[in-house]
Nanobody, 120 residues
Framework: QVQLVESGGGLVQPGGSLRLSCAAS????????MGWYRQAPGKERELVAT???????NYADSVKGRFTISTVNAKKMVYLQMNSLKPEDTAVYYC??????????????WGQGTLVTVSS
């Protein structure tokens, strides 16, 4: 029983900033990887950024230098700071996590998404 809940989406002008948050809850012993994915209308879901339990990060080329992923492990949360937003960043953003449950099973879970709209 694991859930991810995203928040922080909304409408922002080009060049503006938003910070997305994702909170994990449930029967979790540890989190191996957390990340953000996005899906624009009519397009496939794509990776935006990931962060491992060791602190290593990876970013899509399209967001490098503009987005920053971070975690607060004690609170089982992951954040995505988005700066210099562009209209092409408009998408539903999904939180993703690979966790070890209290039953010692590795599972992958997804949040239900939060909409980010970049428009003037």
């Amino acid at each position: 029983q694991v859930q991810l809940v995203e928040s922080g989406g909304g409408l922002v002008q080009p060049g503006g900033s938003l910070r997305l948050s994702c909170a994990a809850s449930g029967s979790i012993l540890s989190i191996n990887v957390m990340g953000w994915y996005r899906q624009a209308p009519g397009k496939e879901r794509e990776l935006v950024a990931t962060i491992t339990s060791g602190g290593g990060t990876n970013y899509a080329d399209s967001v490098k230098g503009r987005f920053t992923i971070s975690t607060v492990n004690a609170k089982k949360m992951v954040y995505l700071q988005m700066n210099s937003l562009k209209p092409e960043d408009t998408a539903v953003y999904y939180c993703n996590a690979k966790v070890l449950t209290v039953l010692y099973k590795n599972v992958e879970v997804w949040g239900q998404g939060t909409l980010v709209t970049v428009s003037s």
